[in-house]
């Protein structure tokens, strides 16, 4: 069996800023990825490609071109965890070993868990952000809708960017308000969650401009099933006096989030927590229990809010930690504190950019100025300067992200 220094799963965002240093570092061939795609997404981009604001094109790359030269591409997906063999196992049967792993799969969408959504996504009005295939129906649905009932929805699971469900609905209801069909449009935001953000100070903001723009907010309301033929959806109610019944609204258009939870694969292997993410540790990043496995990114136990953001400053810990291990050298253990950021796009030139640790629910905000309040200058450098950072740096392994620049323009 073909056996490597580190194996890395999953050549996405985590993966590729992590193995982009490793094998920089280690030299040829001694890191594998293996990662099935032929396509690298930056989702991130996907709430603007989705309100026209930018191409799908502009959030894809072939997995060849981002794929870390040094590294050796492994193009398949791991099945199974054998870490008191040090192995894991391809799709196609193949066993290959390792000295140190570090998985980066990200999370699951599980679009069969609505009724009726894997065959509706992409027709009649439902649309959702969170696929490859349907974010581009987003842009034309939202173009094409002509006023009635708009539905945005919110699962009451974990999920990746937890900002994304409302961000598209600012930017619709702007591209309606232009339109001039406003007023014959109702719009409702249904979440599983009981508040529209997890950070209070932000979440404060969010609902002022919910109340100033009409957007009416139901929490505790889990969609469950969509019909097609009556272009209804149907949502769970899950607290309050009509808690265990259900709700059922009639739908123009609806964007929908689709509940996610741990990768199937990593549920069923050793390395997953009760819930079935990778149990880490908190802080190092280490599994808790196989001292030559870490984990990070959307697939990882990290109590934070599931980004790219959280990622930028997790890859940096998980490197220092690993190098370590392999040079034996004595320098400081390093910690993960949670840091995660949601730049909140609440229209096509403005912005409300969370940054907070997701381990104290304080913000902890690169810029000295106020970042709940609606900006452009943090709208520009979401759309035009990140997606860039993303590209030359971050996938290179050369973006530990703004911590640096915290500092030096004040914070703690
Ligand atoms: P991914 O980037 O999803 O990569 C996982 C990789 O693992 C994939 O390439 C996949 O093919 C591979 N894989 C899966 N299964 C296997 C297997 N069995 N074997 C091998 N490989 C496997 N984040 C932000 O910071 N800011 C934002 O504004 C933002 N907005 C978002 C908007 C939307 C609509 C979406 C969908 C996401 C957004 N995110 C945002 C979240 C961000 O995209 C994710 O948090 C980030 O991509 C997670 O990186 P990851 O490497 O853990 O997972
Ligand atoms: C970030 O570093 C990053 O990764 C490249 C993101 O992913 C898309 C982000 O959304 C954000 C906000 C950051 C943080 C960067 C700065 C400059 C505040």
Known sequence: P?????VVVGGGSAGLSVASTLAETLGNKSVAVVEPSD????????????????????????????????????????????????????????????DYLVVAAGIQTN??????????????????NYSAQSVQKTDEFIKAFKGGNALFTMPSTPIKCAGAPQKIMYLAEEQWRKAGIRDQTKINYFTGLGKIFAIDKYANEL????????LNINYFTDLAEIRPDSKEAVFNVLAGDA??????????FLHVTP??????????????NADGWVDVNKETL????????????DCSSLPTSKTAAAITAQSAVLKSNLLGDIFGDSKEVAKYDGYTSC?????????ILAEFSGYTGQPQETFPFDQSKERFSTYFLTKEIIPDIYWKAMVKGNWDGPAKYRKLFGAA
């Open 2 to 6: 073909s056996s490597y220094k580190v």
């Open 259 to 272: 509940p996610m939870g741990a990768p199937d694969f990593i549920r069923a292997s050793p390395l997953s």
């Open 343 to 351: 730049p909140l796009v609440t229209g096509s030139d403005k912005l």
């Open 39 to 98: 396509v690298h997404y930056y989702q991130p981009l996907w709430t603007f490609v989705g309100s026209g604001l930018k191409t799908f094109d502009e959030s894809k790359m072939a997995m060849s071109e981002v794929m870390p030269e040094k590294a050796q591409w492994i193009k398949d997906s791991v099945a199974s965890f054998n870490p008191t063999k040090n192995t894991v196992v391809l799709a196609n049967g193949e066993s290959i070993s390792y």
């Open 243 to 252: 808690k265990g019944s259900t709700l059922t609204l009639p739908y123009d």
């Open 207 to 214: 609902l002022k401009i919910c109340k100033a723009r009409n």
């Open 111 to 128: 679009w069969g868990k609505i009724k009726n959504l894997p065959e509706t996504l992409g027709k009649n009005g439902v649309t959702s």
């Open 286 to 297: 280490r599994h808790n229990k196989f001292d030559n496995v870490y984990a990070l990114g």
